[in-house]
């Protein structure tokens, strides 16, 4: 019964450490952290990835980005942050640029659901760097996505209206 008891007691103290990403980037400070949804995940993920990870989107229209990979709200992000981190952020221990437009030959469409019209604007390296960190604190996070303002779906259509 004790072996039990310690057990228990190991495996809930796991679920306390902070774990880094695939890339191993790790939260500085949960608490306050630097980049959030409102102030970095929304703009990057319409920018880079909306045109073909909108939920919105059917499978003929995602230029084959697989269905519920999702980058139109945070829930839709957290549900695949580990792809998202493995494809796309920088760590200390890996670099991912696949996307965007590794899976298109770096084509992507200029509007969601469009043909692959125009070379792939691809984030910067320190814009990796800060999708990492972000993707280190919101897996950390302790309140409820669901229910916060702002973290509920925001399609990014006002996004892109202000930069076209």
Known sequence: MRAITIALLVLMGCGTTPQPTPTGA????????QFTWQNFGYDFMCHYC???HD??????????APLFHNTDSLIGVMDV???TDEQAAIGPKAENRFMPGGGTSGKCPS??????DMNCVEPTDEE????ATFLACEIQ???DWTGSAGHV??????YKAAHP
Do not use: Y
């Open 111 to 116: 509007m969601p659901g469009g043909a692959l």
């Open 128 to 131: 990796r760097k800060n999708l």
């Open 141 to 143: 996070r302790t309140d």
């Open 55 to 64: 939920s919105n989107l059917t499978l003929n229209e995602r230029n084959g």
């Open 26 to 33: 790790t939260c500085p400070d949960v608490n306050n952290p």
């Open 153 to 158: 779906t925001d399609h990014c259509a006002a």
């Open 50 to 52: 909306d045109n073909c």
């Open 81 to 83: 942050m580990v792809h």
